[in-house]
């Protein structure tokens, strides 16, 4: 018996290594967008940070179609004409990727049907001034939503037209606290079968209606309690039923939700810029257009400002703007069983597991 040759498998093993460099590098790179803080369980990720030119374009696109709560006019942001909820203003900062931003884009690409994991800002741009150039505008008002811990417990929707709803609500309760911090509604439910364990170990299964869900497992939704105002959850923001029907209608995918320790602090809208006068003829010049003011957002000392803390008489406070944190909370909705849950477009969803 004569020697094997291994030439032949030598010269296989040679053309497999010239055939696999020859593949294009950019097959390799998969087209993501980069996570801009670690998303929580459940939680939609967030977009990557552009230059600031482009992160400018998606703002002013985003305000003249009514995705944010300012506007644009075409060479300035502009303000309602109302008080804004302080830690909604202090999240627009022109120029620069905020949680606001993140969540005006996540309502844009849900309205128009896009996919944010192959819609790169570019075209996302493109897509807007499209839109504003066929003026075709936000379809829902924008609004906000701010839930107060402090007794009592309270719900706020608000939109650059004021307030638009203040109930009663209910929060987590000592060991499955609600999360403080403001994050975006990722996943909305008409009806849901919530199941899991109390604090005690024991099992329940609780049909709920309206469902929002903004933070890992924790949802704004209706259910039926005796009272509302303080904390009797597992983490989740419990509304009557009778309010939670029209709160849902009021909330989009994208819509930030704040869970903060006390009443919203509002604060009141910049003053309007001052009106030129010619020297010749000592006339005024052109007004801003009515409902909105135009200019920087207001210092602490804002003419016409209550004192910080001071009541409004609706549950709200109105102050200076500050930074709200966060932190983490439960409340497992049901992923096991098989309620009868749908999304916006009538399309069966699965709930997300509980974090």
């Known amino acids: 018996m004569g ?16 055939a696999s460099a020859a593949i294009p590098a950019w097959r390799a790179q998969p087209r993501t967008r980069t996570i801009l803080a670690p998303a929580a369980s459940g939680s939609a990720p967030a977009v990557k940070t552009p230059q600031v030119p482009l992160m400018l374009g998606l703002q002013q696109n985003l305000a003249a179609l009514g995705y944010l709560p300012v506007g644009w006019n075409g060479t300035a942001f502009t303000y309602p004409a109302v008080a804004m909820p302080q830690p909604l203003r202090a999240l627009f900062q022109p120029g ?40 075709r505008k936000a379809k829902q008002p924008y609004t906000y939503v701010y839930v107060s811990e402090a007794l009592p417990e309270r719900l706020l929707v608000w939109s650059p037209r004021g307030v638009l709803q203040n109930v009663p609500t209910n929060t987590g309760v ?5 999360a403080l911090g403001t994050y975006p509604v990722y996943l909305r439910l008409v009806y849901q079968v919530m199941k899991g364990h109390d604090l005690n170990g024991a099992a329940y299964a609780d049909p709920v209606y309206y469902i929002s869900y903004f933070h890992g497992g924790e949802a704004v939704h209706g259910f039926y309690r005796q009272s509302y105002g303080f904390p009797q959850s597992l983490g989740c923001v419990e509304i009557p039923p009778a309010d939670a029907r029209a709160i849902y209608n009021e909330i989009q995918i994208g819509t930030l939700v704040t869970v903060g320790p006390g009443p919203a602090k509002m604060v009141a809208p910049p003053p309007p810029p001052p009106t030129p006068v ?3 003829t000592g006339t005024q010049g052109a007004s801003p257009s009515p409902g909105t003011t135009t200019g920087a957002p207001p210092t602490p000392t804002t003419p016409g400002t209550p004192p910080s ?3 409004s008489g609706d549950g709200t406070t109105t102050t200076a703007p500050s930074d709200t944190g966060t932190s983490q909370g439960s409340d497992t909705p049901d992923s096991s069983g098989t309620p009868k849950t749908t999304d916006d477009s009538g399309t069966p969803v699965a709930p997300p597991a509980g974090p």
Do not use: C, N
């Open 3 to 18: 020697k094997q040759s291994y030439w032949p498998h030598f010269a296989g093993l040679v053309l497999l290594l010239l």
């Open 96 to 135: 620069k990727e905020t949680l606001l931003i993140r969540g005006a884009i996540m309502t844009y690409e849900a309205a128009r049907g896009l996919s944010p994991a192959h819609t790169s800002l570019g075209a996302l741009l493109q897509s807007l001034q499209k839109d504003a150039k066929a003026g």
């Open 174 to 178: 000592p060991g499955a606290r609600t």
């Open 278 to 280: 010619t020297q010749d």
């Open 309 to 311: 803390g001071g009541s």
